[in-house]
């Protein structure tokens, strides 16, 4: 399985941004979609996930409320919807999928496939 982010870009605070994952290859083993972002000088962030077959998602208490997450298995591609942002979610934002399996969405070990990076920049 090959990921592909997109989407990021500079927005000012208070703005929002739509963050893209696209799948390809073996998509059939996709059980679920996550993403995650490192800060500079920080370590990686979990922000949001959701399974594939039924929807259930997962937020970091960081964005709940104003990040959503979603899927669309017919295009084999997740979102990250950001509102509100603020000039602390500057990061590299990346996206992940994993087989189906009883590992908490939350985990980065319950993923079995990264895509690069998309950075986004919030200026104040």
């Known amino acids: 399985v090959q990921l592909q982010a997109s989407g990021g870009g500079l927005v000012q605070a208070g703005g929002s941004l739509r963050l893209s994952c696209a799948a390809s290859?073996?998509?059939?083993?996709?059980?679920?979609v996550g993403w995650f972002r490192r800060a500079p000088g920080k370590e990686r962030e979990f922000l949001a996930g959701?399974?594939?077959?039924?929807?259930?998602?997962l937020y970091a208490d960081s964005v709940k409320g104003r990040f959503t997450i979603s899927r669309d298995n017919a295009k084999n591609t997740g979102y990250l919807q950001m509102n509100s942002l603020k000039p602390e979610d500057t990061a590299v934002y990346s996206c992940?999928?994993?087989?189906?399996?009883?590992?908490?969405?939350?985990?980065?070990?319950?993923?079995?496939?990264w895509g690069q990076g998309t950075l986004v920049t919030v200026s104040s």
């Open positions: 959701i399974t594939w077959r039924d929807g259930q998602t």
């Open positions: 992940a999928a994993g087989i189906p399996r009883f590992t908490s969405l939350d985990k980065s070990q319950g993923y079995d496939y």
């Open positions: 290859g073996r998509t059939f083993r996709i059980g679920r």
